[in-house]
């Protein structure tokens, strides 16, 4: 396994999940800004392995990371929701 930040397949499937609720635009681009956006409010979590990333997803459930990663990803959504690089 590569070294991969876990952080970016976390805040992924967080952004599809909080985008549904919102009148925001849903393309790929602007899914895209808002993941670089958020990635960059949050700390990366590098792992080179599966057990690496199995005990790095174990540690994003914790309440304090949860709230956090929700924050970011709240954040970039409205951030890039209201000012998309494209009409």
Same mark, same amino acid.
């Given at each position: 396994?590569?070294? #991969?930040?876990?952080? /970016? $397949?976390?805040? /992924? /499937?967080?952004?599809?999940?909080?985008? &549904? &609720?919102? +009148?925001? *635009?849903?393309? &790929? !681009? *602007?899914? =895209? +800004?808002?993941?670089?956006?958020?990635?960059?409010?949050?700390? @990366? %979590?590098? #792992?080179?392995?599966?057990?690496?990333?199995?005990? $790095? %997803?174990? +540690?994003?459930?914790?309440?304090?990371?949860?709230? +956090?990663? /929700?924050?970011? #990803?709240?954040?970039?959504?409205?951030? #890039? $929701?209201?000012? @998309?690089? =494209? !009409?």
């Amino acid at each position: 396994m590569a070294i #991969v930040n876990i952080m /970016e $397949g976390i805040v /992924e /499937e967080k952004i599809e999940k909080l985008i &549904e &609720e919102t +009148d925001y *635009c849903k393309c &790929e !681009d *602007c899914k =895209h +800004d808002m993941m670089a956006f958020a990635l960059n409010m949050l700390q @990366p %979590r590098y #792992v080179n392995s599966r057990k690496g990333e199995l005990f $790095g %997803r174990i +540690d994003s459930t914790k309440y304090q990371n949860s709230v +956090d990663i /929700e924050i970011a #990803v709240s954040k970039a959504i409205e951030t #890039v $929701g209201k000012s @998309p690089k =494209h !009409d």
